[in-house]
């Protein structure tokens, strides 16, 4: 099986502009989760998304959002870029996002708000 | 308080030897999953091992192992036979079941270093 997906790999933005972030789980998988991990912060839940609704949504500014499709890719978007947005941004699935299940990682897109 | 708190910013082992990195967490759930993750430097978050709140034994993957110890709420990661491709990030999460959690708390992580 293919595992989770995402792009772009890297990206580089200025201050203001807004960036689309894309996430393909594995097969099968309903649940998608992103995290931003930072150096000052470490990992941080950002939002999961399953069958296309948001069951929960981390402590972030409203700027940052997401939506997943039919078929159960993600996007993540954050509008208005802010330098203190450069990050890794993962993002992970499993099949119903349970307790019991193991998220599966992507590879990460690496943002630089310049 | 930290939900998950990892003690060892740094630990530095001799290749061949056993590593064991330290893990606690704070949960009032009863089911509960534990899980190890590797981050080399590429960024990539590599799934380890998995340890349900339920389980009686201990989980082993490989040259990990997972010493679980309910009671005192910890879950030590133990690398036997380090190899220099162990050199890596270590996180230690949690997912809860309580409410609408559905996400992974993370510690800050182990720097792991394997020397030759």
């Known amino acids: 099986k293919a595992g989770v997906t995402q792009t772009p790999r890297y990206l580089i933005k200025t201050r203001g502009q807004q960036v689309t972030l894309s996430c393909s789980p594995i097969s099968g998988h309903r649940s998608v989760s992103w995290y931003q991990q930072t150096p000052g912060q470490g990992l941080q839940f950002l939002f999961e998304y399953f069958s296309e609704t948001q069951r929960n949504k981390g402590n972030f500014p409203g700027r940052f959002s997401g939506r997943q499709f039919s078929n159960s890719r993600s996007e993540m978007n954050v509008s208005t870029l802010e330098l203190g947005d450069s990050a890794l941004y993962l993002c992970?699935?499993?099949?119903?996002?349970?307790?019991?299940?193991?998220?599966?990682f992507g590879p990460g897109t690496r943002l630089l708000v310049l | 308080a930290q939900k998950i708190t990892q003690t060892q910013p740094g630990m530095f082992v001799q290749e061949k030897e056993a590593v064991t990195l330290d893990c606690t967490y704070d949960t009032s759930d009863q089911s509960y999953g534990l899980f190890w993750y590797k981050q080399p430097s590429s960024g990539e978050m590599i799934f380890l091992i998995y340890?349900?709140?339920?389980?009686?034994q201990n989980a082993t993957e490989g040259r990990y192992s997972l010493n679980f110890q309910k009671a005192r709420k910890s879950a030590n990661l133990v690398i036997s036979a380090s190899q220099l491709g162990d050199s890596a990030m270590y996180f230690c999460a949690m997912r809860e079941s309580g409410g609408s959690n559905y996400k992974l708390t993370f510690g800050k992580g182990t720097l792991l270093t394997v020397n030759p």
């Open positions: 992970a699935s499993s099949l119903y996002g349970t307790e019991k299940e193991t998220q599966y």
């Open positions: 340890q349900g709140s339920y389980d009686e």
